[in-house]
């Protein structure tokens, strides 16, 4: 396997701050131990029906990136590693940081 990427679609979240994705950000780099390359960007922007932050984690094996729209309390991110990681533990953390109540989670292996 050259890389796995999980991608996790969460709906009704809780509303969420700059500063809550930066933590988050913190948080699941040291829960997957991955090593974090800089810190966060947490730009936000977009139109009516997408506005929101979006959250771009570089890490020394690939990225974390997400896009968190303010207008349906849904957050969709995406965890890329050539180096392998419980994506399993790292959606539910993810469900459980955004207080989500619904999730789906999609694992894809890159070869």
């Not at 796995?4 to 913190?26: F, Q």
């Not at 960007?41 to 929101?52: I, S």
């Amino acid at each position: 396997m050259w890389g796995k990427e999980t991608i996790i679609n969460l709906y009704e979240c809780i509303p969420v701050s700059e500063n809550t994705i930066r933590a988050y950000a913190k948080k699941i780099c040291e829960l997957i131990d991955m090593k974090p390359y800089g810190e966060p960007l947490v730009p936000y922007f977009g139109n009516e029906f997408t506005k929101g932050f979006t959250l771009v984690q570089l890490i020394e094996t690939s990225s974390i990136v997400g896009h968190f729209a303010e207008e349906s309390n849904s957050a969709y991110i995406n965890i890329f590693s050539c180096k392998d990681y419980d994506g399993i533990e790292a959606a539910e953390f993810t469900k459980d940081f955004f207080g989500a109540k619904e999730i789906e989670v999609t694992t894809l292996r890159r070869r």
